[in-house]
């Protein structure tokens, strides 16, 4: 199992991989923490939150990575693939970044769509 320090460690190899602009006006960089997060509306603790993009007001802008919510999903994986799996997760949130700063919310919109999709799922399967 990889340690929060050796995640650590590859979350600031990925993020050193992007360019600098990317980082523009994001105050409060990007943040690991090792709570593990369940989406709300998630059932039967299915549906883990990764990576959490922050614009608030006080706290500035910035990401989260949710250590515990990565190794509950992939920790079973090698580090390899498990780098692989937080570099789509860390690219993700800096295009709710990119996004913010452009006054576009298409991906939002896509997750929302997603997670739409996941409720009705989860409801059709729970009448059968």
């Known amino acids: 199992m990889v340690t929060i320090e050796e995640m650590g460690r590859?979350?600031?190899?990925?993020?050193?991989?992007?360019?600098?602009?990317?980082?523009?006006?994001?105050?409060?960089g990007?943040?690991?923490v090792p709570e593990l997060k369940l989406n709300?509306?998630?059932?039967?603790?299915?549906?883990?939150?990764l990576g959490e993009y922050h614009r608030g007001f006080n706290s500035?802008?910035?990401?989260?990575?949710y250590y515990g919510s990565?190794?509950?999903?992939?920790?079973?994986?090698?580090?390899s693939e498990l780098k692989e799996r937080l570099e789509h997760t860390l690219k993700h949130e800096f295009i709710h970044h990119l996004e913010a700063l452009?006054?576009?919310?298409?991906?939002?919109?896509?997750?929302a769509k997603n997670l739409f999709d996941y409720i009705?799922?989860?409801?059709?399967?729970s009448r059968k």
């Open 10 to 28: 590859m979350l600031d190899e990925i993020a050193d991989s992007f360019p600098e602009e990317m980082f523009r006006e994001l105050s409060g």
């Open 30 to 32: 990007i943040v690991l």
């Open 40 to 49: 709300p509306m998630s059932v039967n603790s299915d549906l883990y939150i």
């Open 60 to 65: 500035g802008k910035y990401i989260l990575i």
């Open 70 to 79: 990565f190794m509950k999903v992939y920790g079973y994986m090698e580090e």
């Open 102 to 111: 452009a006054g576009e919310r298409g991906l939002e919109k896509e997750d």
């Open 120 to 125: 009705m799922l989860r409801d059709w399967k």
